[in-house]
């Protein structure tokens, strides 16, 4: 082409100093991933694929391709089957991720493997907790108009979906992956459950926004929770060179059949008896014996 | 192609266990949904594309193709159009979904269509509404620059469309659809109202994250809440069968000019009365006389 | 084609009616976007591309394009190039929405331009901060394994990372956008705080839903908060003309090291001194004394 | 908001014109669509997705899923029945599109039906004879590597996958389905066969472009064609009415390891014997006993 | 985070080899685009989106949304004013990127603006020519079934489509645009009709691969080609200085009702009578005249 | 949920049927892929990514983001990478596609990360022979406008990018992977070059469906074909074990400033000398001397 004279490939300076700030070792050094040996992380995209084929294994009809009792059984078995592979991948890039050291990799495969092929297996077991938790949703709420409503767009359905998934990843001790399903049902729902809680059957949690379940928590059958609800720690202990000590029991143990109103707030390892009604906005951190009711003392003008 | 000693097109075993087991009637009748004649679920796809178009046509210029005074003309009816015929077909599997019987395909079509011109009809008045509903926001919020700043990203004017459209929904009879609509507001808004709720003009939510307006509740003009605030039911009175009644008034009625302070729950079918003021986190389960302010009473050290 | 008796291309009467109805100039004025010369509108995508590439330049490895410590600085570079560029357009758009009179373009790309050169600049130092941020997460939360997995999916993260760009926009004046990227992070992660808001080094914020922060707060080095807290205003002063007076100082200023849990309400202009505790849904409207624990008197049976 | 003076709502002469134009009886009887109550046109959507269910049900492991010989079982039966729920829909939309009067809407889905489960019957045979049509390509192409390649990314076998498929609707006497299915072949790989063509085994087409099968032509078994060939008719005779007949035979029969260079012409009800071979640019109009070969005369400067 | 040995955001030395050498201005320069002031390439994406709108627009029901005679009124108008404002920026677009010298940029928008207008001003026309291209494909294929299949899945109608949209904006003088959208259906069709040519009545084209039809040629009403048709020039004129002489008469005019079959090559400004029959893969380069039926001698064994 | 009498999970036994003929394995031996250890096929999709951020590599301006000449190389350098990449894995995958026996997974990695580099730093030259492509284009073409619109939308343009790139990748010996690419090129222009052919300077091919170009040409400099020519091989020498040689000099060589008209056909390994011209539809077998015009004798009525 013709003569030109401006001087091609120049730079914009103001870019090159930023690009020189940000690659330097200090700067650099504070955000840089120590994973092993070059491992992809974790894919937000793949493993909502999962989370969505799993859905549609759990509650086929509701979820996923159009099947029919007749045909039910083919998509089951595809979906399995896709799950099983994507989720083996995912695991791994967890393990590779949480791994300070030079990783063994088979042994990361095995175990990926492994705990994939576990959670299929536990698959029955939490559609039947899951049935039983729509059930919970459909007799708790006087809006709610049939179980499977409550299957299709509650918030606490989503929420528990995602939490009897990452209970599973985490009892399987997968670092990273359970956190990551967890968080996609609290950024969704506002409803944050860690992966490390224990709760019972014939759960349900009404609008639920702001409710935080922490990690040691253990929670019987047929309790019920409304929004803002805390099951909390109170305080946590540290280890004598300063830094906190993990994973030691620290969250509340609630019986069967308790139900906490809004915003009450539960702090540490304490226990609330079965049949306990907790009022809405109290504040609880001692044990409250089975049957009690407890109420905010005061809302006067 | 060439010889092959592997056995093709075997199978995982442990794959087969699972599809075994979640094939059993057990545990498939425990989620299998009732609906009439193979009818297909509402898609969420489908109702968020509705969901912009009324967005377009309800705030022209904001959302949607890019119009002037002389297009608009155009694009209001193409919109208006599809979504008539996009939203009578979800309300027609909405009414199949909540049809416990062999249904009357004929007069669903009928009833799908007569609601879906029945929600056109009131767009002209929803515009009106949310117009002063983004004045009421522009008006009481000092970090609000313009009414437009309100429609274009404030979280209040995202509930309050999606509320005002699933409530004409929720009159017309609408089974689920109302439902998703709401829940679509809450998981982005964490403002959660139910569509049954009645609200008045110049409405205004601050923040509204954990906010939860009941079935029942009635809000006059001019009335704003703030996060976290709960106008919920105190009890729900059960049938002689033992399950819940449904539909019957437990929630509360505020009067015009009442302004809610954050966290604040106001429980049961109780009246708040013109210009009455509830403090943060207060507790009311009592009918609240015009005029009065509610604070909490301590706040010490 | 064959003949054809059916009258082509009348019309639907309601659709016809709904039409003339929102076009009638008393219907179309409440919503009309009167912005200077027919700019277009901010748009929610680019600014979210914008984000994506953002969080790829402050933590490469974790987000964006696979990288190595050999290709991290060509991925910067083009991000970094992409990001002024498409920011550039944004920000014009921002000041176009906000300008009441015809404006002067030429003036609105040069303020634009030199606004977002000016956050690039800042990226250094809010890549700093941000680590901080993830290393105080990490401390902070027993159940976190490492600061990486605080970067990767902890919703304080999302929150800072988005709040920390939003604010050096405000800081540069430019209207709208900042507000736009704050409520990006307010819809997913139920933390809402104002661009205005200035807030410190290793600053944490455990589970999040519900929190508020104003436009006006100053939060000290070391602040850690929990879901649901409030730093919010008490009161809004009005001009003689009846509307707020808008942007004066009106929320609280933390010292440093302060902890505020869960649910606790702080407002208005007062000071909360340093190494403060404010208890779980404490309710605090008077100035805290330096080392202060501040406890609800309440929680019995 | 303030003020306006700009009339609202006003329009573009220009584009009320050209609508008036487009709407009225003249301009739009042209073009109008005259199908059986109210039936959508068949999407190519969808009929894209058929196509690639199918390629993945023929070919597993090279298209669709990652599968193993352990796992393809699963992929296969659910691709199977999606393809059989698609299908039956867009046959139905085929025969409501061919059909000029009311339809009998109850009979075209049985016929539907009836043809989607008759097209999966055939699929085994089907996979046996493109598996042959891999072989003679690979055989055939110096340059092919593999039959494997050949499956992968030759165009004789992408045109051969659709041709199979349509054919089998073709024989079925499904309307413009097939024509879709041969459509997206030819405009992807400049090879136009006919649906109705009967195509024997063991065959190839070499590069393709511009290869033309027309819909009464019988090719024998290990048949080979090279880019430019037609096999086409010669003269269309007309009913009495002037029109042309329809569906008479009018392509060539070629018989078993007939060889056609590039360019040749084929026209008319004629018989090219076994093994015959036809030079490139040749033009042939009378039957070619077997074994012959036929070349250009000429070819000098 | 811990310390680190490896030297960060070191280079990839062979990539950096790699990029030094395409940012020479010796390299940069022979591929450097020299239009005027900084505007954008014309889009590919939204010229697809653009002939999508005007495929709606002249087969309503064919093509586009849904739509019954009641509402397709409302369609065409929205699309034509999104085709209104889309194409008057691509047209600005192309008249930018063919302006050598500083850009008069208000009168390029002028302009763009007013061919766009001409454009659509145009389109009752257009889709008479098709509907009657259309009737013609229908009657000169003895597989077509009714004109809809031509119009909706045979690859000359989708030629003609963009043949008369481009026509229209070659005759507008728009520079670039015409010839992108004449290429769009080149590359899907292999039909390739420069923009320049003028195309009378009923046209047809069978199968249409490797057609050519040349800037200046005229074809009149009711003409018929094959596939492997060339209408091209025989020799190209130079100027004095040696360049080719652009925009000269140089293609073939062709009259009324003239068929060429396929493969046949006429090249030059030579006149093809009325009535003319030209026989498959002969080469014309003489006039011809009205009547005259032209075949190839030879086609023997 | 109530009592059900249906059976669940029974299934379709037409589909069974399939399922089970499908999975013998006499049928799935045949289409079943044998390559080394389960790695996956290449992927399409990223292979076509790849091809677009070489094009905006080689074409900055014309393809890919916005650049200016200032930030030109920000680009370049993260395409370059990114190119490098992605590309290494695909040939890997080439590599294990093509390789019979169990792999030596660590080697081929090494092979295919050689062979990325190596194609990086071949771009400059590709850059500038494609740029000299552009230029033939222009001044070959009567039709064009500049160099830029041949860069921007000839079909020429399109095929030698992909030429050049998939020539470099075939003399770097790699499987599948060229092939792939030039398919993609094919498919959307019509033309098809073997990536093995070589191909000098300044080349052109005007319109170009249905050009063959096969795997052992060479073209000199200045060349310039039509539509429709072949470069082919006349007969294919076998093996003694009846197989076709592979690999062997079977197709033309063309000189300098040649030119092939429309719809010649050239075959074998013949010698075309330097400026030689050969006529439309001609067809050559033997070799012709530089300087000679070849033409086709006969065209008469």
Redesign the interface.
Same mark, same amino acid.
């Given at each position: 082409?013709?003569e *030109?004279n401006?001087?091609?490939? =120049?730079?914009?300076p !103001?870019?090159?100093? &930023? &690009?020189q700030?940000?690659?330097?070792?200090e #700067?650099?050094?504070?955000?840089?991933? !120590?994973?092993s040996s $070059?491992s992809?992380?974790p894919s937000l995209h793949v493993l909502k694929e999962i989370m969505e084929r799993l859905r549609a *294994?759990?509650?086929?009809?509701?979820f996923g =391709? =159009?099947?029919?009792?007749? #045909?039910?059984?083919?998509?089951?078995?595809? +979906?399995?089957? =896709?799950v099983?592979?994507l989720l083996r991948e995912q695991i791994a890039r967890g393990l590779a991720?949480?791994d300070a050291f030079p990783a063994d990799l088979a042994k990361q495969k095995r175990e990926a493997d492994a705990a994939s092929?576990a959670l299929?297996?536990r698959?029955?077991e939490i559609?039947?907790l899951?049935?039983e938790d729509?059930q919970a949703g459909y !007799?708790?709420?006087?809006?709610a108009?049939?179980?499977? !409503?409550t299957?299709?767009?509650?918030?606490s359905m989503y929420a528990m979906f995602h939490h009897r998934i990452a209970h599973e990843l985490y009892e399987l001790k997968i670092?990273?992956i359970p956190? *990551?399903i967890s968080?996609m049902s609290?950024?969704?729902?506002?409803i944050?459950i860690?992966p490390?809680a224990t709760i019972g059957k014939n759960f349900f949690i009404d609008?639920?926004?702001?409710v &935080?379940i922490?990690?040691t928590t253990i929670v019987g059958d047929s309790c019920r929770l409304?929004?803002?609800v805390?099951l909390?720690?109170v305080s946590?202990p540290k280890n004598p060179d300063g830094?906190?000590?993990?994973? +030691?029991p620290?969250h509340p143990v609630l019986g069967n059949h308790v139900t906490v109103y809004?915003?009450a707030?539960i702090?540490g390892r304490i226990f609330i008896g079965d049949n306990a009604v907790i009022g $809405? +906005? &109290?504040?609880?951190?001692?044990d *409250?014996?089975a049957g009690?009711?407890?109420v905010? $003392?005061?809302?006067?003008?």
């Amino acid at each position: 082409m013709s003569e *030109i004279n401006a001087p091609y490939a =120049s730079c914009i300076p !103001e870019i090159d100093t &930023v &690009v020189q700030k940000l690659c330097q070792t200090e #700067s650099l050094s504070k955000v840089w991933r !120590e994973a092993s040996s $070059g491992s992809s992380m974790p894919s937000l995209h793949v493993l909502k694929e999962i989370m969505e084929r799993l859905r549609a *294994i759990i509650f086929p009809g509701y979820f996923g =391709s =159009s099947v029919s009792s007749r #045909s039910v059984r083919y998509h089951l078995a595809a +979906n399995l089957d =896709s799950v099983y592979h994507l989720l083996r991948e995912q695991i791994a890039r967890g393990l590779a991720f949480a791994d300070a050291f030079p990783a063994d990799l088979a042994k990361q495969k095995r175990e990926a493997d492994a705990a994939s092929l576990a959670l299929l297996d536990r698959l029955p077991e939490i559609r039947d907790l899951l049935a039983e938790d729509a059930q919970a949703g459909y !007799e708790g709420d006087p809006a709610a108009t049939s179980p499977g !409503e409550t299957i299709f767009c509650y918030p606490s359905m989503y929420a528990m979906f995602h939490h009897r998934i990452a209970h599973e990843l985490y009892e399987l001790k997968i670092p990273l992956i359970p956190r *990551i399903i967890s968080e996609m049902s609290h950024s969704r729902t506002g409803i944050d459950i860690h992966p490390g809680a224990t709760i019972g059957k014939n759960f349900f949690i009404d609008h639920g926004t702001g409710v &935080v379940i922490g990690e040691t928590t253990i929670v019987g059958d047929s309790c019920r929770l409304y929004q803002g609800v805390t099951l909390g720690a109170v305080s946590f202990p540290k280890n004598p060179d300063g830094t906190l000590t993990k994973g +030691n029991p620290r969250h509340p143990v609630l019986g069967n059949h308790v139900t906490v109103y809004a915003g009450a707030t539960i702090l540490g390892r304490i226990f609330i008896g079965d049949n306990a009604v907790i009022g $809405g +906005n &109290v504040w609880v951190i001692h044990d *409250i014996p089975a049957g009690a009711h407890i109420v905010q $003392g005061r809302s006067d003008a």
